[in-house]
Structure formats: structure tokens, C-alpha cells
């Protein structure tokens, strides 16, 4: 089909595509007839009681919390059936049914609800036996853990149900383990009155936040994409690249970068722009599983961008106690650097293939396509200006972000019906529709978020109970207290952890067992630094886990589109990831990086040019090309420069160049060098130009 200019060829690979993104946040089953309605109904419904709540509903926040969980719950229920796989088996395959609701759906669901609603019904009896539940509350908070690891195992896998169980296990037989792993254990009372009765266990920090703040941010992301955002942001992106060398390459970096602004999802942005931007890498000469690769990097890296960042962002400023605001300056140059060195990236390996730009005509012009979709900008800077200015908070802004993205699409499509001479009556109701459609959308993507981090509380739970100090001794003695150690294996578990789980759940679980350990063990090693980086470094390798093969679902759906191998899609899109993979290290040991006690724009802008060309010279370094392949002693200087941009201090310490003006000079001689290397291999490529010519 053709749109606004840009060619594209949907196929079955975009199909397959958009049935991977189904099955992951929507639910598998797909049912007919009246009940169809019933999944819809109950996802709108929960998307106007979490709009209810900054401007309407004055709720206890246990109660807000209980509500969120039991419509999360409810959802997931009758979303996933038992079995992913149809069974033949007639009582596995009545449990696998997929095109109707059976009363089991409906029984479970129910008591699912019931459970998560019970601190909410006896809320003052509970906080009066708070340490000595009574019989009804034990059971009612057993099923709620059984039920709620269910949810969790459907909708999201076995991953984090698994570690969840291994935690719950630890906190009974704790008294059996070796000594250095060795606590001294529970009882059940005391088990389910802290994790189903309290506010330390399901019901804490993680699941307030995705009640109050998360839901609103995913909400006006996806009323931005039913509106036809996404499309707009990918369409000017060709518009502003597509004629540059590999040109579809770096318009999907572009264009993931900027829906990256308003979806929580890796998966849901390589449908959004991968369905345009892989057919036309294709075209341009790129391999099918290297056009797919490029997408899943930088649609895994939109959860880096602010003001969502994979919903983790308001969660990370509860745990750091600090404003949602200062988190996202933190994070604002790590991310923005990554989005440019995938851009360099792209570059490069075009360069490689000796590949060029796209056909004029299959490029949209900028300026018309620029002024058709300018009201989608709109909302964007009415919630920066709430978050900045008016320093509203990040819960009232969406709000009111989402009311003004309201109007606009009335506004949108009464402004295409009075153009087209089509009945207004009409255009209101397909406006309606556009609305319906984005409530349904929130409320369905949200039920994963939802049973995740009240999951994921099951385990922060457990941390609290007395687990923090042994996991700290278990680290510092695998480690040997060796600071760099530390990180590592923070890193390693973060992978491995993050294959099976959604970005934010990955951030809880290793933020509530290793953040705290690493500035502990690193104020040992003589190494400080603010809490926020610790945190960071745990949400970036969360964020990389999502293309880490085998399992990486973001990298199976780019796969589909490109017809590609979804492993080794995944493995290169991964090596195209080790750039986001050195960011965290790079901001552990360099935290200018997050403008922390930053004020001068002079400073700031030194920091990211700097950190800019480090990125620059480890992509040559880790893509062995610069302008030509790498001879031995220019992979030697690229090592240097990344090492000395990325650590100015700690070279100019060695070279006692003092700490005043040393730093500067050593990012000086770096840049320098970097550009020698440039005029060293220059030759060389002109010379294999005017040959592969």
C-alpha cells in the first residue's frame, strides 16, 4: 500500500507481527458473539476510574491500589487462557478454549477479584489485627498469591512466578539454608499478614505508582497512537532522513526515538514503525535480519526515553525519593547519546554495504507532511510544560495532557470533515470510536504492567523481611568486594532475569535485591555515588534483557516483518545494544553523566559532546570500521578514546594533570586523536569508493 509518499508492503510478516503484540499484551483469546463485548467493557471501565482519580474520586490510596489490581487481574483471567497451546486432551483442552469464556474463566476471574478487593472490604478490621491475621484473612490472602502468580504465569510466563515461588520458599525454610545463606524464616501469619495485608508486600510502592501515575502515561500513549501519532512521527521521520545513506535505517531510529516518548512498550513500537521502516531497509539493500535487528535496537531503546521510560521513571523517583522530573534529567543524556550512536550505527553499516539513500519520490515531503500531523505535537508540549513549568504532578499532567489530546481529536476530525464535505455527525462518532478504542487500548495494555509489579511485590516483600543484609554479604563475598565485580554480576542477573519479564518488572525485582547493595558494597570500596545511577544501571540492563536472546519477543516480532531468523535477529540486534550496554558503566563511574550537581549549560554541553564521541569511537571499535576496516593500532586508539572520553577524571588522575582543568584536556586529546584516525583512514575509503564504484 501507499501512504503520504512512502511505499511500504504489508504482508503476512506485518500480520504475524501484530499477533505477537496481541499475545503478549492483549491476551490470546479471541472470542465471538455478545461476550466479546465483555473484555472491552471492563478495560474502558478502568480506564476512566484511573481518569476519575486526579480530578473526581477521592479514594484511600490501599483502596486505589486494591481496586487497580482486581480490574489488572480480572483482565488477565479472561484474556489468557490455562494453556497457551490447544490440548486434545477434552479437560486440558477445555482449559486451553480460546474462542469463548467458560465458567472456569468466569469463577476464577471472580475470586481473583474477590481476593485482590479484601483489604479494600475489611480495610479497618485488617489494620486493627495487623501482625495477627484471622483465618479468613489467610486464606483470602492465599488465594490471592496463588491467583496472582497465576496471572502472572499467563500473562507475562513462567519467569517471574518462578522467582517469586523461590522467594516465598527461602522465607519458610531460610533456617535450613548454609550459613552464609542462612535466615532465620516466618511464620505464615507473619507471611501473609506483611505480603497480602500491608502495604510492604503486593499492595506497596510499585502498584500505588502504576495506579496513579503509570496507567495515565500509557493511557495518553495510546490515545496518541489510535489518533494516528505513530504514523505521523513515522512519516516525518522519512520525510526528514529518507534521502540520506541508508536513509529507512535511520528514519526508524527517528521514529522509534519519538514514539519511544509515549509507549511503555518494546514490542508495541516494532509494529508501530517497524511495519514501514523493515520492508523499506529491505528494499535499500540491507539483509532481512539486519533491517530487523535495527528495529528491535531502537525500538527496545524507546523505553530509555523520557517522560515514560517503560513506566519504570515514576517508580524509580519513589524508590530514590526524589521528583519524577529530576529522574528524567538523570536519564535524559544517557538516552539521547544511545539514540545517536544507533544512528551512527545505522550509518556505518550503510556504509559497509555501500548502500544509499531512498528514490526522491518515495519521500515524503517534509513541510506538508510536517504541518498535517503538527496537533500531535501539541499535547507532548502541554505535558512537558504541566512536568516543567507548573511543576504540576506527573499524575495531574497526564490528566490534563489526555484532556487536551481529547479535544484535539474532535477537533481533528470535525477539521477532515468540513474539508471532505462529510457529514459532522459522522466525524463525531468515528471521534468517539478513536476515544473508545484508546480506553479499551490502555486498560488491555496495562493488565500486564499491573499483575507484574504486584508480583514483583511479592518479592520486594520478602527483601524486607531481613533479606536485604544476606543479599548484600552474598554479593560482596561472590564478588570478592571488588566494585567492578559488583556491577557485573548486577548486570549479568539483570540479563538473565529480564529474558522472561517486562522491563518494569525486572527493574522492581533487581532494584529491591541489588540497587541498595551496590552503593553499600561501593561506599566499602571507596567508590560513592547517588543512589538514582545505582538504579539506572539496574533499568538499562532490564531494558537491553529485552533482545537478548533466545527468548526476546521484541526481536521475534521484527523477525516476522523482515522474514528473517528470529535468533539472529536477535543476537545482531543485541551486538547493535552493547552500546546501551556500556552507558550504564559509563554513568557509575562518570555520574556527570547525569547532570547531578550540574549548572553551567557550558558544562552540560562539554558532557555531551564528549560522551557523544565516546559512543562514536566504541561503535567503530566494536563494528571493527571507521571509514574503512580497522587496521591493529586504530582498534588500539579507538580503545584509548572511548576509555579516556568515558573516564576523563580517573586518566587525568593517572597523568596527575590535577582535577581543575585536567579532565578537560584529556576529553581535548581525545576528541583530537578521534579525528586523526578519522584523517588516517580517510585515504583508504576514497580508495575503496572509486574501486567498489
Not at 31 to 55: D, E, K, N, Y
Not at 224 to 246: D, I
Not at 427 to 441: C, E, S
Not at 443 to 463: E, Q, R, Y
Amino acid at each position: 500500500m501507499e501512504e503520504k509518499g512512502i511505499k511500504i508492503e504489508a504482508g503476512e510478516g506485518a500480520a504475524k507481527a501484530q499477533e505477537i503484540v496481541k499475545a503478549s499484551e492483549e491476551g490470546l483469546k479471541s472470542v465471538s458473539g455478545p461476550t466479546r463485548h465483555l473484555v472491552p467493557v471492563i478495560a474502558a471501565a478502568w480506564s476512566l476510574f484511573q481518569l476519575a482519580l486526579p480530578s473526581v474520586i477521592i479514594l484511600n490510596a490501599v483502596y486505589i491500589r486494591a481496586i487497580h489490581l482486581a480490574f489488572a487481574i480480572v483482565l488477565v483471567f479472561l484474556s489468557y487462557p490455562m494453556f497457551r497451546k490447544v490440548r486434545k486432551n477434552k479437560v486440558l483442552g477445555y482449559l486451553s478454549v480460546r474462542d469463548r469464556f467458560t465458567i472456569f474463566d468466569y469463577v476464577v476471574a471472580i475470586l481473583a477479584a474477590a481476593s485482590a478487593l479484601y483489604i479494600a472490604y475489611d480495610y479497618t478490621g485488617i489494620s486493627g489485627r495487623m501482625g495477627s491475621p484471622n483465618m479468613t484473612d489467610i486464606v483470602m490472602g492465599v488465594m490471592l498469591l496463588v491467583l496472582l502468580l497465576e496471572a502472572a504465569r499467563r500473562s507475562l510466563g513462567p519467569a517471574l512466578p518462578i522467582v517469586a515461588i523461590a522467594f516465598i520458599l527461602y522465607s519458610f525454610y531460610g533456617p535450613y539454608m548454609p550459613d552464609i545463606l542462612a535466615f532465620k524464616g516466618v511464620s505464615l501469619n507473619r507471611f501473609v499478614g506483611q505480603i497480602t495485608m500491608s502495604t510492604e508486600g503486593i499492595y506497596g510502592i510499585p502498584l500505588d505508582v502504576s495506579a496513579t501515575i503509570v496507567f495515565l502515561f500509557v493511557l495518553f500513549g495510546a490515545m496518541l497512537e489510535k489518533a494516528g501519532a505513530g504514523e505521523y512521527f513515522v512519516h516525518l521521520a522519512f520525510s526528514v532522513l529518507g534521502r540520506f545513506r541508508g536513509g529507512p535505517a535511520k528514519a526508524a531510529v527517528l521514529a522509534s526515538g519519538l514514539t519511544g516518548l509515549v509507549s511503555g512498550s518494546s514490542i508495541a513500537n516494532v509494529v508501530t514503525t517497524g511495519t514501514f521502516t523493515i520492508p523499506l531497509m529491505k528494499r535499500t539493500g540491507y539483509p532481512d535480519y539486519m533491517a530487523g535487528s535495527v528495529e528491535v535496537a531502537c525500538s527496545t531503546n524507546g523505553q530509555l526515553m523520557p517522560p515514560i521510560m517503560g513506566a519504570a521513571a515514576f517508580i524509580i523517583a519513589e524508590y530514590c525519593n526524589m521528583p519524577y522530573i529530576d529522574v528524567v534529567k538523570a536519564a535524559f543524556i544517557p538516552a539521547i547519546i544511545s539514540y545517536i550512536a544507533l544512528m551512527y550505527i545505522t550509518h556505518v553499516e550503510a556504509t559497509k554495504l555501500g548502500l544509499k539513500g531512498m528514490k526522491r519520490e518515495d519521500i515524503p515531503p517534509f513541510w506538508s507532511t510536517f504541518f498535517k500531523g503538527l496537533h500531535y505535537i501539541i499535547p507532548l508540549i502541554f505535558l512537558v510544560y504541566e512536568l516543567v513549568v507548573l511543576r504540576h504532578s506527573p499524575a495531574l499532567a497526564a490528566f490534563y495532557a489526555i484532556i487536551v489530546l481529547v479535544i484535539l481529536i474532535f477537533i481533528q476530525n470535525l477539521t477532515h470533515a468540513w474539508r471532505n464535505n462529510i457529514s459532522f455527525g459522522l466525524a463525531i462518532k468515528d471521534a468517539l470510536g478513536i476515544i473508545w478504542n484508546a480506553l479499551v487500548a490502555g486498560g488491555k495494555s496495562m493488565m500486564g504492567i499491573g499483575v507484574a509489579v504486584a508480583a514483583a511485590g511479592i518479592i520486594v516483600g520478602v527483601v524486607t523481611m531481613g533479606l536485604g543484609g544476606i543479599i548484600t554479604e552474598v554479593i560482596d563475598t561472590i564478588s570478592g568486594g571488588n566494585f567492578l565485580a559488583i556491577l557485573v554480576i548486577t548486570a549479568i542477573a539483570s540479563l538473565i532475569l529480564g529474558m522472561g519479564l517486562p522491563t518494569t518488572a525486572t527493574y522492581i525485582v533487581l532494584a529491591s535485591l541489588t540497587a541498595n547493595v551496590i552503593v553499600t558494597l561501593g561506599a566499602r570500596a571507596g567508590v560513592a555515588f547517588p543512589l538514582i545511577a545505582a538504579h539506572l544501571f539496574v533499568f538499562f540492563f532490564g531494558i537491553i534483557a529485552d533482545d537478548t536472546p533466545p527468548v526476546g519477543l521484541a526481536a521475534f516480532a521484527a523477525a516476522a516483518i523482515a522474514g528473517s531468523d528470529p535468533i539472529k535477529t536477535g543476537v545482531k540486534g543485541f551486538s547493535y545494544d552493547i552500546r546501551t550496554a556500556i552507558l550504564p558503566f559509563m554513568f557509575m563511574y562518570n555520574t556527570d553523566l547525569l547532570l547531578i550537581n550540574i549548572h553551567s549549560i557550558w558544562h552540560v554541553i562539554w558532557i555531551f559532546f564528549t560522551s557523544t564521541m565516546a559512543m562514536f569511537a566504541f561503535t567503530n571499535l566494536t563494528l571493527n570500521y571507521f571509514l574503512a576496516r580497522n587496521r591493529i593500532y586504530e582498534i588500539i586508539l579507538l580503545a584509548g578514546v572511548t576509555f579516556a572520553l568515558l573516564r576523563p577524571k580517573y586518566v587525568a588522575g593517572l597523568l596527575d594533570l590535577g582535577k581543575g582543568w585536567g579532565p578537560f584536556f584529556v576529553g581535548l586529546a581525545g576528541i583530537v586523536v578521534y579525528v586523526l584516525i578519522y584523517l588516517m583512514q580517510k585515504p583508504r575509503a576514497q580508495t575503496f569508493e572509486a574501486t567498489r564504484a
